[in-house]
């Protein structure tokens, strides 16, 4: 695969760790951006393929994907994406599609949909549980 820019690849984990929560019914994550930046540093550096996107990485790989999670309600060629970067959803054209398609899609050679279904379990870990909402507890 071509090596993609920062954007790309930031756009790439937006959307992959969308689908992994969306995965696990997941419809909002609360607490903000310190929360959400702590937790995914921690799933980031436990995660197996993270050395598949060099342009993600240190102290600010959790603020990337905090911008990148506001940037996602605008963007195209994706399937999911994350509202008030707090609320995973499948984008227009994609909710007839099974989240598990919609990961089968996005998978490649830097992750499978197993490891995106894995990169999300590693956030939701990370997060307070009373932050988590899914479908049974909104």
């Known amino acids: 695969m071509t090596m993609q820019t920062k954007d790309q690849q930031v756009k790439h984990v937006v959307e992959g760790l969308a689908l992994?929560?969306?995965?696990?019914?997941?419809?909002?994550?609360?607490?903000?951006?310190?929360?959400?930046?702590?937790?995914?540093?921690?799933a980031w550096r436990s995660?197996?393929?993270?050395?598949?996107?060099?342009?993600?990485g240190g102290i600010s790989a959790g603020n990337q994907i905090w911008l990148g999670m506001g940037k996602s309600e605008r963007r195209t060629g994706v399937r999911a994406g994350w509202a008030n970067h707090?609320?995973?959803?499948?984008?227009?054209?994609?909710?007839?599609?099974?989240?598990?398609?919609?990961?089968?899609?996005?998978a490649?050679?830097?992750?499978s949909a197993e490891d995106w279904v894995t990169l999300g379990d590693l956030l939701l870990d990370g997060l307070k549980p009373g932050h988590v909402h899914t479908h049974g507890n909104r």
Do not use: H
């Not at 995660?47 to 993600?56: D, H, L, M, R, V």
């Not at 959803?89 to 989240?99: D, I, K």
């Open 20 to 42: 992994g929560v969306l995965s696990r019914g997941v419809v909002r994550v609360a607490g903000g951006k310190i929360d959400m930046e702590l937790a995914f540093n921690r």
């Open 86 to 106: 707090s609320e995973p959803y499948l984008l227009n054209g994609f909710e007839q599609w099974s989240t598990g398609e919609c990961l089968e899609f996005l």
């Open 108 to 111: 490649d050679d830097r992750a």
């Open 47 to 56: 995660w197996a393929p993270y050395g598949s996107f060099p342009a993600i």
